[in-house]
């Protein structure tokens, strides 16, 4: 009979942001919580991201979400002091059907986009040359992705949440998480291991088509010596967030890249960066999509990266600090929500926003859970 090492209302396993986003939400709601990681700290894509809280540019629900996570990342910062900009994000068009997807979603969102004369970028944000219009998304944010994780949870730890850190989770049950360091009584269990839900649960990762998706992210030296309050985003980024998808002018942007830049489409390249607190950029990415990786990390990927970020910021030569892969869950639902067994939710954003949305997920899931 495996040990009693602990028990509560509600049991998280997994220390990432949507785990963590859901033992915000039960403490809020008076429960007890037990959080179980299987590391030491979170390392996984909760820290390896741009901090960027890109809610403006979804759609469905990942945009209800958004919201109610945009409201939700503001009140902690002030609880936990973790590091948040509230500026917002400039979207360069480097092309003419570029701004006028831009001017689609402007008009669809109802002033939550503010379109951009070349000037006004400029004012915002570093670019080169070229660059015809934009667009400015006041509601997004950016925090340090590196610590605010970590103030979320020593913020959890004050409210009373006991952590099980370096605890691997070998068994779950209705009431109960059995782990490496002994049983752990459950009210309700949500379970929120990001990629690794095929480790656990192999046939609802295979129903759901959940596979894992790599990107290449780099942090590099600020060459300008400037602040760059908002996230910037590129054309490519009109390809990969719903809001913009939905507009039928990425039609044509979409085959305008696959025509000049098929190598870059291929490596599904997004554009973009934001600025950490110590003025460093962190600049990417790309995607590439499996249930197992090499573990060689191929060189060119990083030069396409450092190369079309250099031609965005009008930049010569980028100094490059650090290279890291990020993984996360991708399937074709932007969100993954089970129920395997009675009083268990099986949680994952699998669409690379939880950052974004873990915040206003988790209080729809709990009300799910605990009703």
Known sequence: MTSLLDSADVVVVGAGIVGLAHAVDAVRRGLSVVVVERDGRAVGASVRNFGHGCFTAQDGDALRYGTTARAAWLRLAKETGLWLRDAGTVVVARADDEYAVLEEFAAARDGHAVLLDAAQVAERVPVGPGVVGGAWLPLDIRVDPRQAVHAIADWLAGQGVRF????????????????????????????????????????????????????????????????????????????????????????????????????????????????????????????????????????????????????????????????????????????????????????????????????????????????
């Open 164 to 371: 099980h850190w370096a605890t691997s989770v070998h068994l779950v049950e209705p009431g109960a998480v059995v782990t490496s360091r002994g049983r752990v009584g459950a009210g309700r269990v949500v379970f929120a291991v990001g990629h690794h839900v095929d480790r656990h649960f192999p046939g609802l990762a295979a129903e759901s088509g959940l596979r894992r998706c790599a990107l290449h992210m780099l942090r590099v030296a600020d060459p300008y010596g400037r602040t760059v309050d908002p996230a910037v985003l590129s054309g490519f980024s009109l390809l990969r967030y719903g809001g913009f998808t939905a507009c039928p002018g990425v039609a044509a942007v979409r085959a305008r890249l696959e025509a000049e830049h098929p190598d870059l489409v291929g490596i599904g390249l997004n554009l973009m960066f934001t600025q950490r607190p110590d003025g460093d950029l962190i600049i990417g990415d790309t995607h590439a999509y499996g249930d197992t990786f090499d573990p060689f990390q191929a060189d060119e990927l990083d030069r396409h990266v450092l190369a079309e970020t250099g031609r965005l910021l009008g930049g010569d030569r980028l100094t490059v600090r650090e290279r890291w892969r990020g993984v996360y869950s991708s399937a074709p639902e932007p969100f993954l929500i089970a129920a395997p067994m009675p009083g268990v939710r099986v949680v994952a954003v699998t669409s690379g926003i939880g950052m974004t949305t873990a915040l206003g997920l988790a209080p729809e899931v709990l009300d799910d859970l605990l009703d």
